[in-house]
């Protein structure tokens, strides 16, 4: 079959509307009152891989369900299981989406609604790509899915699973569409992922919130303190102070620094895609460096005192903050948050108690770039785009990858289908409509490269 062939035989109206009924249900993860909603994501997908043919069921977790779903038609040929996740990000801040969150919408040729791209479309692309194959003979692999509603809270039940269901889920490969192409004229095959250590600074003054006259001048202050402490976390060259921090960080090679000083990257463009007007960061490292392959620390969130209208003169009496630690390979999460929890005390000033709280962690990776896997997925996209992949880590994180390397002894192979002007996890997060019908060619293109059957 040549490509023109599935193309022509792909129902994008079918697959459009179909994806809308899955964007409607609000699965927040993290949200306690949506619990139904998981339940009612996780039994679409079961009865809709059923009816293509797959034995297909929802197990409860302690947490979110699990949908798995099998087919294995295919004696002799490799098996693929396909992870992906149904759960999405909050909506907040709800006003700045120009359609709701929740009523998906088409407007100039993209699909806006929470979970678009992260990772409903993405995932469901494959769904679609198995239903795509399906229409025209046999599937060219055995195929199982592994979707679940818990990544965007860290994935705290699927560890557990994965060692309970281990020869279940047995394969050859993990395929994996949860990320952002390199550009969008740009196929990509990623070949890492950063890991992350996530913390929570507290910082407790006095008792009680304090008159800033009555008191200021004597009394401790956490939110002064809290900003001395984040200052004490970089230097001013945008290295990380905390000792140890970098002790174990494979460095870059020339080789790849190469490689991707070779990618079509323009800082000026890319500060002017985020409303940027410079970019700084750590010295000595290009941009593509400075997000695939070193280590972050970021504040994400941070808070203390009065922030009502107008003035009120108080001193808080407590003050916090979220800060996230991006690592690469060498870093251990673990490591790292001990590193912290020692470290950022002794940058408070007298007369504050400090704590500092253990989130959530996930370990970075890199795959090997010889993989035949890797070069399917090559054949695979340039059937879909026309033109050779290009090879590039990514910032972001998916910790139960490297779970599935360790635990099913599987590699890995991520295909990212959407790219980052999509807005993941923000306001009218999006998905095109080309990258969706590409992705659902790019499935089961991939399927047949795979199989080494291509129709
Ligand atoms: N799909 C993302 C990960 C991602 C984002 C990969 C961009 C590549 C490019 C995933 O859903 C996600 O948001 N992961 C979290 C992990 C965290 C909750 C432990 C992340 O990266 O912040
Ligand atoms: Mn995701
Ligand atoms: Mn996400």
Request: glycine share 10%.
């Amino acid at each position: 079959m040549t490509q023109a062939d599935l193309s022509t035989h792909l129902d994008r109206d079918a697959a459009q509307q179909e994806l809308f009924e899955l964007l409607r249900i609000p699965s927040v993860s993290s949200d306690s009152t949506r619990r139904a909603d998981m339940g009612r994501t996780a039994e679409y997908l079961r009865a809709k891989l059923a009816t293509l043919g797959f034995s297909a069921r929802v197990d409860q977790t302690p947490g979110h369900p699990v949908v798995y779903a099998e087919r294995l038609d295919a004696p002799g040929q490799p098996t693929v299981l396909v992870y992906g996740h149904y759960d999405v990000q909050p909506e907040d801040p709800v006003e700045e989406w120009v359609s709701p969150p929740f009523e998906p919408e088409v407007r100039e040729g993209r699909i806006y609604a929470r979970g678009a791209t992260d990772d409903k479309g993405q995932a469901y692309a494959h769904v679609r790509g198995a239903e795509l194959l399906l229409s025209q003979g046999e599937l060219p692999v055995n195929l199982k899915f592994l979707l679940e509603g818990e990544e965007e809270i860290g994935s705290p039940n699927l560890e557990p699973y994965l060692e309970a269901h281990r020869e279940e889920l047995a394969c050859d490969v993990i395929v994996i569409s949860d990320g952002s192409r390199f550009a969008k004229d740009v196929p990509t095959v990623t070949y890492g992922l950063r890991g992350i250590a996530y913390v929570e600074v507290r910082v407790q003054g006095a008792s009680r919130d304090l008159h800033s006259g009555s008191y200021g001048g004597a009394a401790p202050n956490p939110i002064n303190a809290l900003c001395e402490i984040i200052a004490g976390l970089k230097d001013d060259q945008g290295r990380i102070t905390v000792p140890g921090f970098y002790d174990s960080v494979v460095p870059l090679t020339e080789e790849e620094r190469e490689m991707w000083a070779g990618l079509p990257h323009s800082d000026e463009q890319f500060a002017a895609s985020i409303g940027a007007t410079s970019l700084p960061g750590e010295e000595g490292y290009s941009t593509l460096e400075r997000i695939w392959g070193r280590p972050t620390l970021d504040v994400n969130g941070i808070w203390g005192g009065f922030q009502g209208e107008g003035a009120k003169t108080v001193i808080a009496a407590k003050a916090g903050a979220k800060v996230s630690c991006r690592l690469v390979p060498g870093q251990d999460p673990a490591d790292i948050t001990r590193k912290l929890q020692e470290f950022i005390p002794t940058l408070a000033p007298q007369g504050v108690q400090v704590e500092v709280i253990d989130h959530h962690g996930g370990d970075p990776v890199k795959f090997d770039l010889s993989s035949p896997f890797i070069k399917a997925a090559d054949r695979a996209l340039a059937r879909v785009y026309g033109k050779p992949a290009a090879f590039g880590r990514t910032g972001g994180s998916i910790p139960i990858v490297a779970d599935f390397a360790r635990i099913l002894g599987a590699p890995v192979l991520l295909v990212d289908l959407g790219v980052n002007e999509d807005g993941l996890h923000s306001p009218n997060e999006s998905f095109s409509q080309e990258d969706y019908f590409n992705g659902i060619l790019t499935s089961a293109y991939l399927m047949q490269e795979i199989g080494g059957v291509q129709g």
